[in-house]
Structures are given as C-alpha cells and as structure tokens.
C-alpha cells in the first residue's frame, strides 16, 4: 500500500475501520448495518450512518470508558438515538472482547500514523 499518496492512506486507514467493525460482529456486538467508525490513537468512534447524534466513544487506551452522550428521545423512530442504545448495550455486554479490539485497532492506527511520518518527511 502507497502511504505517499491520499488515497493510499485513506485506504489504509479504512482497512483498519472495516476490521474494527468486523470484530466487533465476530464478538457478538449488535451493530446496524449502517454503522461506521473512526478509529484515532486513543478511542474510537462509532456511528449510524454518520450521524453525530449516533455517536458512541469508547476510550481503553488510558481509561476504560464508553462515552454514551444524551438524548431526548429513545424509540425505534428516533434512529439515532435508538442505534446509539442498541450499539452502547451490546458493546457493554462484551465489554473485555470489545476492550481488547479496540485497544488493537488503535493501535494499528497509531502504528500507520508513524509510518505515514516517516514515508511523507
């Protein structure tokens, strides 16, 4: 994979994001099927169809800890809010199995961060 150009790096950053999320449904976590992620050094985000209002953040890196955020409305119609319950509950029923995947895909993402440095001085 090409780290010095755009496109080599997203790929490789989405590859990463696509085996988070295929772990997580290897574990037995409930996940949408529009669900998405953006893994970063520290946490990882999860999402319904990238809507922020989706949004879950679960840190383990340096605390053990799942960001769950606030809704006003929690029912089937209400989306978002209704997948960041479903996703959060599932994660926190696999909490160990959950705590191992992301600790290594951040990981893995930290790692090409690096090796993007020093492809692209």
Known sequence: MNLKTEQGR??????IE??????LREIGVELSEEV?????????????LDL???????WVRHR????FGST???????KEAYWRTIHAASILKNWEKVCESV????KR????VEEIKKQNP
């Open 10 to 15: 997203k790929s490789a950053i989405e590859e």
């Open 18 to 23: 696509t085996s988070f999320i295929n772990s």
């Open 36 to 48: 998405s992620c953006e893994v970063l050094e520290r946490s990882i985000d999860l999402y319904h």
């Open 52 to 58: 922020s209002a989706s949004q879950i953040t679960i």
């Open 64 to 67: 053990k800890e799942l960001n």
């Open 72 to 78: 006003g409305s929690f029912t089937p119609e209400n």
């Open 103 to 106: 600790n290594e895909h951040c």
């Open 109 to 112: 993402y930290s790692d090409l």
